[in-house]
């Protein structure tokens, strides 16, 4: 029996927002919307001017995975978050932060080095772009992977940023082997255009014969399968997963369902279309998608139909763009699960 409703693994970073205009990002060539993977020393240059153009809106606990686990934590679920920090002070501040919203770690995380740093540089529309150092998260191995948590675990959680670290697919695909065997569910999330683009064949290496749930946004999407349709794109991912999730921004998301037995080659499922909540003033959409996967997977913790997960994951990104930083304060989350319940029917 289950105990854990969550295991995830991925990247641990420490954050750091900025506000620029677009204009900044033209000049240092940086391709908005997407992840830039740097060294130590380029990164501390890139912060120093956005420190000369702008002052910084703060730092928070990032990492993909680790912001998805957050959301499910707040919402009530038991989470482990298998990752790697430095023994330093940011990692100190990472691991307080994620114990702080119920997210289990091990100590196994621990590790000399420097914690990863993201510096988040936000448009004046809310979008994000990333520069990302990943210290010691680049040494995220089969180490780090607590096996005896695992074997309670009711899900895999994957971020595809780990697509381009060696070790870190070798330990994903250790607990891909467990989770088959224990009879886990996976999840995984393609994370970004630029992972799609650069670091394909690690995908790969990362989905394996299939995962059950597959998370990526629009552009993610139509690059993986290399089709122009939604529809058409959503039908080649089944190939990959017999659930896909596809968070469109302003436009909701839609769920596709292959059906049970139907052979992944020749996938049409039911596609479910998810409204997309009212926005006010897009403050930020760094974490946005993160935050959907997390309200998606604590539903799916609870028996949810996968329109109520769809419900309850777009409320919460919806709330998550309205402000900085990638998680909302924890009762938040809380506040906006029972307002759903109090006005849902099916509950």
Not at 136 to 158: G, K, N, P, W
Not at 314 to 339: E, H, K, M, N
């Amino acid at each position: 029996m289950p105990t854990l409703d969550l295991y995830a693994i991925g990247n641990a970073l420490v954050d750091q927002e900025f506000s620029i205009d677009d204009a900044f990002l033209g000049l240092y060539q940086l391709n908005k919307g997407t992840m830039h993977l740097s060294d130590g020393l380029n990164q501390q240059l890139m912060a120093d001017r956005l420190n000369d153009h702008t002052t910084p809106a703060g730092v928070a606990g990032g990492g993909s995975a680790a912001n998805t686990a957050f959301a499910v934590a707040a919402l009530g679920s038991t989470v482990f978050y298998a990752c790697r920090v430095g023994n330093d002070a940011l990692g100190d501040f990472y691991l307080k932060d994620l114990a702080a919203a119920g997210v289990q770690t091990s100590p196994l995380s621990r590790g000399l080095g420097q914690t990863g740093t993201c510096l988040v540089m936000v448009s004046p529309d809310g979008e994000r772009t990333m520069h990302t150092h990943l210290g010691i998260t680049t040494d995220l191995s089969s180490e780090q992977v607590d096996a005896t948590r695992f074997q309670h675990a009711a899900m895999l959680y994957i971020e595809g940023y780990l697509a381009s670290s060696p070790s870190a697919r070798a330990a994903v695909i250790q607990l891909r082997a467990q989770a088959r065997e224990q009879q886990t569910k996976i999840a995984l999330s393609l994370s970004d255009p630029s992972m799609v683009v650069h670091c394909r064949e690690g995908l790969l290496d990362l989905l394996g014969d299939g995962v059950d749930i597959l998370f990526c946004n629009e552009e993610e999407a139509r690059l993986f399968s290399d089709r122009l349709d939604i529809n058409d794109a959503i039908a080649e991912l089944h190939r990959f997963s017999r659930v896909v999730v596809v968070t469109m921004g302003a436009n909701g998301a839609l769920i596709g369902q292959r059906n049970v037995g139907e052979r992944p080659e020749e996938a049409v499922g039911l596609i479910q279309p998810v409204s997309a909540q009212t926005v006010v003033d897009v403050v930020d959409t760094n974490g946005a998608g993160d935050a959907f996967a997390g309200g998606f997977l604590y539903g799916l913790s609870q028996n949810f139909t996968l329109s109520d997960c769809g419900l309850l994951a777009s409320l919460i990104a919806a709330a998550v763009v309205q402000q900085y930083g990638p998680r909302l304060p924890r009762d938040q989350y809380q506040q906006i699960l029972q307002g759903m319940v109090n006005q849902s029917a099916t509950f």
